[in-house]
């Protein structure tokens, strides 16, 4: 398993993606993750978006993998002093509720500060716990929505259609800012002694996602030289494009460079386009070529999708394969890389979920706590914490647990 966090504790008060995913990517690093939830009801995530057994959804076995479940009434007094005994024991703590949800149990930063003074209170939401949109409950595409990850446009039968282009996965990159700044606050923490707290907001990850189409919308009033940028005119990119190829599947071509667009040219033998960019400029993206792209669809019909990849290696072209979702578990470099993991769930079954995205020497991803069940693990915890059966079960009568 990895085991750079092997050593740090991590409460996660969390439902839903953000809050879930922030804990989770802590726990693939080998963090002990203890997920605190509210007696019988805890993360609904687990009986929605589809079930493969009961209270076991696939994006609850994903996002909750690597994680110890505890159930805690934090409306009553014994709730939280329960949980601020673990807190002494915690490094990080991940608050994935919208607002001052946290503060109003009487368990938010302020409150936390006073137990554990350098706890690292990392907090992601999807507008973020400050600012006048904090208080709105939101879900994962009104934060690409607020960013201009989601463009829209009103289509001819009325109704509002997206473009389908730009980023708006917000649970996931504003997760993985989150994480990482907890993770740079351990650092900052060993250093000055100082715990700190972290607002990480999905709506702003998703912005610094879509940085170069915002940058260039911001600033582009202040080019002085426009050549080498790419054209939105009739018919788009011909050189930077997705096309289809012999068997039906897609490759992106990425010619734009004068080199690669020279090699493909000589590759396929059609030395005549060879005269088709524009020399002044570093790049040519052949926007609004229509006729360019009609004839380059016809020249990736003549091959497969694996026979264009091994072009790519054999002459040095920018261009690789297009996958749909099914197509991604036999692709070979996917493979390698082992990033599709193949796990089994003690109640769900044989489970596939996504790796670790950035291989560490020596240390293989595993998922080595599959996601518990709602207070799978409170018994344990709380002997941990030096309860007795017989405590726990007054605990549990009186439905603090």
């Known amino acids: 398993m990895i085991e750079l966090l092997k050593g740090v ?18 726990g693939d690093l080998g963090a002990d993750v203890i997920k605190v939830e509210a007696p019988g009801v805890g993360d609904y995530l687990r009986d929605f978006l589809g079930q493969i057994t009961p209270h076991h959804s696939p994006p609850h076995i994903y996002v909750n993998r690597n994680k110890r479940s505890m159930t805690l009434n934090l409306r009553s007094d014994e709730g939280r002093k329960i949980f601020f005994e673990l807190l002494k024991t915690a490094d990080i703590f991940v608050d994935g509720f919208a607002g001052d949800a946290c503060a109003k149990l009487g368990i938010g930063y302020e409150d936390q500060k006073k137990v554990k003074p350098d706890i690292i209170y990392a907090q992601c939401t999807g507008y973020g716990a400050h600012g006048p949109y904090a208080q709105i409950p939101t879900h994962g595409q009104m934060m690409g929505a607020l960013a201009g990850g989601s ?5 001819e ?7 389908g282009e730009g980023m708006n996965d917000g649970t996931t990159v504003g997760a993985s800012y989150t994480a990482l700044s907890a993770i740079a606050a351990l650092r900052h923490r060993d250093r000055t002694g100082e715990g700190l707290y972290i607002d990480g907001a999905g709506s702003d990850a998703v912005l610094s996602t879509i940085w170069f189409p915002a940058t260039n919308a911001w600033n582009e009033h202040r080019l002085t030289d426009r050549r080498g940028m790419s054209s939105s005119g009739s018919g788009g990119s011909a050189k ?21 667009w020279d090699n493909f040219c000589r590759a ?12 002044l400029a570093p790049v040519d993206f052949a926007g609004g070529q229509l006729e360019l792209r009609y004839e380059l669809q016809k020249i990736f019909h003549t091959r ?4 264009w990849v091994q072009t790519a290696l054999d002459h040095d072209i920018a261009m690789g394969p297009a996958h749909r979702p099914a197509d991604l578990r036999d692709d070979p470099q996917l493979k390698s890389r082992e990033i599709i993991y193949e796990g089994v769930h003690p109640d769900a079954g044989p489970f596939t979920y996504v790796g670790w995205p950035a291989p560490i020497s020596g240390q293989k991803f595993e998922v080595f706590r599959p996601a518990p069940k709602l207070g799978e693990h409170t ?4 002997a941990e914490l030096g309860r007795t059966g017989e405590q726990v079960r007054a605990l549990r009568e009186a439905k603090v647990i």
Request: glycine share 8%; charged share 30%.
């Open 9 to 26: 504790r991590v409460l996660e008060c969390a439902v839903l993606f953000n809050g879930d995913q922030t804990s989770r990517i802590l």
């Open 151 to 155: 463009p829209v446009a009103m289509g």
């Open 157 to 163: 039968d009325g109704l509002v259609r997206s473009t």
């Open 240 to 260: 930077y494009q997705f096309y289809e190829t012999k068997d039906k599947r897609f490759i992106l071509f990425c010619g734009i460079e004068h080199k690669f």
């Open 268 to 279: 396929v033998g059609r030395e005549d386009l060879l005269e088709q960019k524009n020399e």
């Open 304 to 307: 497969t999708q694996a026979e």
């Open 379 to 382: 018994e344990e915890l709380l």
